[in-house]
């Protein structure tokens, strides 16, 4: 049995997380930024469907990429060297969580509902979440978004829109990370599509001591380094509109 958390309880030890369903460990409490910051500190994250109450969990084993593990096969290297897009960081942030939530083939649902989006909202006005955009043709093609405290990064969602764009914001975000010194990206849960991109699995007690260490070290300004963002000529600026933050 799980415990409904008020609005003041504090999370329970993450190693009271269930096994079935793996991690997860309370419910109720609030997406409110306070709660989600002490949440990402002590490897704890929210998921839940739209219409249920607030579910936050910690599984165990935890899934993490590390930056210089990325798995880039022949094909996206020969895409990233050709260059034919532009990334960009906070950019477009709204539009990323819009991309993101829009539903996958064959599902009509989406966990990013109206107050996920509202709290992801919030941590990205007061600098701890922030999106990577792709751009191609002028058009939002892809991103990722996802919170960022000390020098720990926790991947949230990804989306693409046109071949390989959720990919190439991903290369870039690791390739950025890597140079600031991000030893992790957290991926929470294991899924296949993961796996193949160089993603392995921790022990949580192992996760939870790493991310302690890494939360507690100074944030870099997060801004893309230029031979990382590809050709101007292909972002938003390419058809005259309007993008967040331009």
């Known amino acids: 049995m799980i415990p409904f958390l008020g609005p003041a309880d504090p999370f329970p030890p993450v190693e009271q997380a269930l096994d079935d369903p793996d991690g997860l460990l309370a419910a109720g409490g609030s997406l409110g930024a306070k709660r989600l910051v002490e949440a990402y500190r002590r490897g704890i994250f929210p998921w839940f469907n739209e219409g249920d109450p607030i579910l936050w969990w910690s599984p165990d084993p935890r899934t ?3 930056p210089p593990s990325l798995h880039i096969s022949h094909s996206l290297k020969k895409k990233l060297k ?6 960009t960081i906070d950019k477009a942030f709204a539009r990323v969580l819009d991309g993101c939530a829009a539903p996958r083939d064959g599902e009509s649902g989406t966990w990013l509902s109206a107050p996920m989006r509202q709290a992801y909202g919030t941590l990205h006005a007061s600098g701890l979440a922030h999106s990577v955009e792709v751009w191609m043709e002028g058009e939002l093609a892809g991103g990722i978004y996802g919170v ?4 720990m990064f926790y991947g949230e969602s990804m989306f693409t829109r046109r071949t390989d764009a959720s990919k190439i ?4 975000l690791a390739a950025q990370l890597e140079r600031w010194q991000f030893p992790m990206i ?7 599509h993961l796996m193949s991109l160089g993603a392995e699995r921790v022990p949580r007690r192992q996760f939870v001591l790493e991310v302690e260490r890494l939360v507690a070290a100074p944030a870099p300004p997060w ?3 230029d031979d990382l963002a590809g050709d101007a000529a292909h972002g938003p600026g390419a058809r005259g509109r309007e993008v967040e933050g331009l």
Do not use: H, N, P, Y
Not at 82 to 87: C, D, P, S, Y
Not at 186 to 192: F, I, P, Y
């Open 186 to 192: 957290d991926c929470q849960m294991e899924t296949e």
């Open 64 to 66: 993490i990429l590390r």
């Open 223 to 225: 801004i893309l380094d």
């Open 148 to 151: 960022s405290i000390g020098r």
């Open 169 to 172: 914001a991903m290369a870039r």
């Open 82 to 87: 050709k260059g034919a897009f532009l990334v």
